[in-house]
T-cell receptor
Framework: EAGVTQFPSHSVIEKGQTVTLRCDPI?????LYWYRRVMGKEIKFLLH????????ESGMPNNRFLAERTGGTYSTLKVQPAELEDSGVYFC???????????FGPGTRLLVL | RKEVEQDPGPFNVPEGATVAFNCTYS??????FFWYRQDCRKEPKLLMS???SGNEDGRFTAQLNRASQYISLLIRDSKLSDSATYLC????????????FGTGTKLQVIP
């Protein structure tokens, strides 16, 4: 069974540019989560989708971040415009309908210069 | 105060040693508890869930103390392959599923 996949694996952009990260959850998983790890800090929750609906977006840092999950399959996380402090590793995770275990993807390493 | 606190280490232990990590959490309403393992530049992978009665999986034993709000992980007979960062994680009650992680404890098992 394929795991959670994320694209791109790395992204280097300049401040002010836009970046879109993609996450493909494990097939059949209704729950999809985005997390972020900034250098030297703990992994922090950003938001949670149940199918195509945002269940909890309490961790989204500001309105420069936009997450979507059209059709309840893959999800995108857009950062526009990117700032230096957005640099970090963005992880996506998914879990089945009755979750406890969240399965993480390999992450996207974002560097904003 | 951080929601989940861990000693960052590193813990440098010889092969075969027993090592224990502790983690404290601040939200007394937390419902679910986990230990994740993260290898360098990789994603976190669930090592084990932690139950009130304590649970064991091979060389790994996890304990939960709700009264004192701490979680522990014991690794017996350490292997070189156990070298990694161990993340403590909690999930709140109330149907919310966001996992709150500690910063992790780095373990280096030395030959």
């Amino acid at each position: 069974e394929a795991g959670v996949t994320q694209f791109p694996s790395h992204s280097v952009i300049e401040k002010g540019q836009t970046v879109t990260l993609r996450c493909d959850p494990i097939s059949g998983h209704d729950n999809l989560y985005w997390y972020r790890r900034v250098m030297g800090k703990e992994i922090k929750f950003l938001l949670h989708f149940v199918k195509e609906s945002k269940q909890d977006e309490s961790g989204m840092p500001n309105n420069r971040f936009l997450a979507e999950r059209t059709g309840g399959t893959y999800s995108t996380l857009k950062v526009q415009p990117a700032e230096l402090e957005d640099s970090g590793v963005y992880f996506c995770a998914s879990s089945p309908r009755s979750p406890k275990t969240q399965y993480f993807g390999p992450g996207t390493r974002l560097l904003v210069l | 105060r951080k929601e989940v606190e861990q000693d960052p280490g590193p813990f440098n232990v010889p092969e075969g040693a027993t090592v224990a990590f502790n983690c404290t959490y601040s939200n007394s309403a937390s419902q679910s508890f986990f230990w994740y393992r993260q290898d360098c530049r990789k994603e976190p992978k669930l090592l084990m869930s932690v139950y009130s009665s304590g649970n064991e999986d091979g060389r790994f034993t996890a304990q939960l103390n709700r009264a004192s709000q701490y979680i522990s992980l014991l690794i017996r007979d350490s292997k070189l392959s156990d070298s990694a960062t161990y993340l403590c994680a909690v999930m709140p009650s109330g149907g919310y599923q966001k996992v709150t992680f500690g910063t992790g404890t780095k373990l280096q098992v030395i030959p």
